[in-house]
Nanobody, 121 residues
C-alpha cells in the first residue's frame, strides 16, 4: 500500500553532519504530518522532529538548533539535516508519515524500516 524508504544514515564523527531522507510511495491520496523518530538500544522510540503539510515544524528539545526538517509535498519526501552531531544522537532513525490512501476516507500511520546513525570518534 505505502512504502517509506529512508536513506542517508551512517557513521560520523562528533560535530559532524548527516542528512536523512525518506520517500513515500504507493496508492497515496494525501500525506499529513511527516516526521523522524529515533530509538537507541534499551530506550523507547522518541520524536526527533515533525513537519505538517503546511510546513509547520516541531522539534524535540534535544535537537533544537542542530537539526532542520524539511519536506517536498510534490515528491512525497521528508528530510532532516543533522548538524553538530553528538554521541548521544546514536540511534536507529525512523521515518513516519500520516497517509491517506486513495481508496480510504481516513489516514493511517506508516513507518520506514529505519536507518542507523552512529556518532563516534
Amino acid at each position: 500500500q505505502v512504502q517509506l524508504v529512508e536513506s542517508g544514515g551512517g557513521l560520523v564523527q562528533p560535530g559532524g553532519s548527516l542528512r536523512l531522507s525518506c520517500a513515500a510511495s504507493g496508492s497515496i491520496f494525501s500525506i499529513g504530518t511527516m516526521g523522524w523518530y529515533r530509538q537507541a538500544p534499551g530506550k523507547q522510540r522518541e520524536l526527533v522532529a515533525a513537519i505538517t503539510s503546511g510546513g509547520t515544524t516541531n522539534y524535540a528539545d534535544f535537537v533544537k538548533g542542530r537539526f532542520t526538517i524539511s519536506r517536498d509535498n510534490a515528491k512525497n519526501t521528508v528530510s532532516v539535516q543533522m548538524n553538530s552531531l553528538k554521541p548521544e544522537d546514536t540511534a536507529v532513525y525512523y521515518c513516519n508519515a500520516l497517509v491517506r490512501l486513495r481508496a480510504s476516507v481516513r489516514a493511517s500511520d506508516y513507518w520506514g524500516q529505519g536507518t542507523q546513525v552512529t556518532v563516534s570518534s
